[in-house]
C-alpha cells in the first residue's frame, strides 16, 4: 500500500471544511499471537501523525496558517469537552487536545467507539478519530451507526467495492 499518499490525502481532507473527520484504516488481519499487530495501520498513522503535527495554528491572516479558530472560545470549549469524554472512556490521544482561546490543536484520537460524540456526531472542529478495520462491511456499519449525514469517503484500490457498498449509505 501507499500509505504516504493516503496520509496526503488524508492531510488534505482535514483542511477541506468538509472534509473527512473519520478515517478508517484497512488492515488485512494479522494474529496479535505473531507479534505483527497492524502493520500497515501502524506505518499509516505514523505518517499521518507526522504531517499532522506540523500543520501551522493561528492567525487566519498570516500566509503560513493551516489551520485558524474556531467560531468563538466556547466552540473551542465544547469540542474540547467532547475530546475529553471520548478519553474518559478509552480513546487514545494521538495528537493535539489542546486549545488556546479559540485556537484548537488538529486532534487525532484512536481507540474511540461509536456511542461517543467524537465519532456520531458532528465535531465541527480540526478532530478526526482513526479506527483499523479488517472487513469493508464492519467499517460501513460503523459509518451508518450515526443518525446524521455525516461525510465520508472511501480510499481503495479495488474499485468496484465502493460502487457497489457506498451508494447504500444513510
Not at 129 to 136: I, K, N, Q
Request: hydrophobic share 45%; proline share 6%.
Amino acid at each position: 500500500t501507499n500509505d504516504w499518499q493516503r496520509a496526503l490525502a488524508f492531510y488534505d481532507a482535514l483542511m477541506a471544511e468538509l472534509g473527512a473527520k473519520r478515517v478508517m484504516d484497512y488492515e488485512t488481519f494479522v494474529s496479535w499471537s505473531q507479534g505483527k499487530g497492524r502493520p500497515a495501520f501502524v506505518a499509516f498513522r505514523d505518517r499521518m501523525l507526522e504531517k499532522v503535527s506540523h500543520l501551522v495554528v493561528g492567525d487566519p491572516l498570516h500566509e503560513a496558517t493551516e489551520v485558524g479558530p474556531m467560531i468563538s472560545v466556547s466552540e473551542a470549549e465544547r469540542a474540547l469537552t467532547w475530546i475529553e469524554e471520548a478519553l474518559a472512556h478509552g480513546a487514545q490521544l494521538l495528537c493535539g487536545g489542546r486549545a488556546n482561546g479559540p485556537l484548537l490543536e488538529p486532534t487525532v484520537l484512536t481507540e474511540t467507539r461509536r456511542t461517543m460524540k467524537v465519532e456520531c456526531a458532528e465535531v465541527f472542529a480540526p478532530v478526526v478519530t482513526l479506527t483499523p478495520y479488517d472487513d469493508f462491511e464492519e467499517a460501513l456499519a460503523r459509518v451508518h451507526d450515526s443518525p446524521y449525514g455525516l461525510q465520508v469517503g472511501v480510499f481503495t484500490r479495488d474499485l468496484g467495492l465502493p460502487l457497489v457498498k457506498v451508494p447504500y449509505a444513510n
